[in-house]
């Protein structure tokens, strides 16, 4: 025990000097502690403001330290506390590439995957993951955005231009489509056929790419034509094929106007 007072044999005091050192140790203890709590405690108000998904995942065990509302998705809070981060993927691969690439990285950027939400439904993230210092215990805090929407729409562009391609490739007449700097987006098969090529070396080239320079000026005049007066333009042509066989073709030209103008 403590004692106070003066005098008493040298052993008694240093006994009493170290317990005294151990007060004064524990006293600076108690106070890191409580600023320790204090900070975790702003970390949490912090997350609870914040809109987006968040989760924090402890790295020794893998579970859910932390979960906000927006992670949660409208599941109860407490059933996803403890939870084992893998149970949040649709695949249990997508929880493994995520922790190679912290291992690698440190941190991960951007990563595009399946998770699940709620009634187990997949949902398509974009997610970042950070290492945090969180209740004392290293760990990944982690964000994301939900994509899903766009993911559906890029699926059905796809599919569209998948469906637009077998049409113009079943198509006997020669047929592309251009933008405004005269770049090939789109050529079926009797038009890459024709010229020699196949629809995979036009796409993405201007005519300067592909034929001869007073070829490719013709075309560029007329395409030029085209968007000036934005009218649809028809007349015969004599086009040298890539057999070395001069056809002659009725070519029709006019403007697409998409959604953005």
Not at 120 to 141: G, K, M, T, Y
């Amino acid at each position: 025990s403590l004692r106070t007072g003066k005098g008493g044999p040298a052993g008694w005091r240093c006994r009493r000097g170290h317990c005294f050192f151990i007060f004064l140790w524990n006293r600076r203890l108690k106070r890191e502690v409580e600023e320790r709590r204090k900070v975790q405690d702003a970390q949490r108000t912090l997350l609870e403001a914040i809109s987006v998904p968040i989760i924090v995942v402890r790295q020794d065990n893998a579970e859910i330290q932390y979960i906000n509302e927006a992670a949660a998705g409208g599941r109860p809070l407490k059933t996803l506390l403890g939870m084992a981060a893998v149970d949040l993927y649709l695949n249990p691969s997508g929880r493994e590439t995520f922790l190679s690439m912290m291992k690698e990285h440190g941190k991960v950027d951007n990563y595009e995957v399946p998770l699940k939400g709620p009634g187990d439904a997949p949902i398509w993230v974009l997610l970042s993951s950070r290492r945090i210092i969180f209740d004392e215990q290293p760990a990944h805090l982690t964000t994301w955005t939900d994509i899903s929407r766009r993911r559906e729409a890029e699926a059905a562009r796809r599919a569209n231009q998948a469906l637009l391609q077998a049409f113009l490739d079943n198509a006997s007449s020669a047929m592309f489509v251009k933008d405004t700097d005269g770049r090939y987006l789109l050529v079926n098969k009797a038009f890459a056929e024709h010229r020699g090529y196949t629809p995979e070396d036009i796409v993405g080239k201007t005519p300067r790419e592909l034929f001869k320079p007073d070829v490719a000026a013709e075309y560029e005049e007329t395409d030029q034509i085209i968007l000036d007066s934005k009218s649809p333009t028809a007349k015969e042509a004599s086009v040298l094929g890539s057999d070395g066989v001069v056809r002659d073709f009725f070519v029709t030209k006019f403007l697409v106007i998409a959604d953005d103008g």
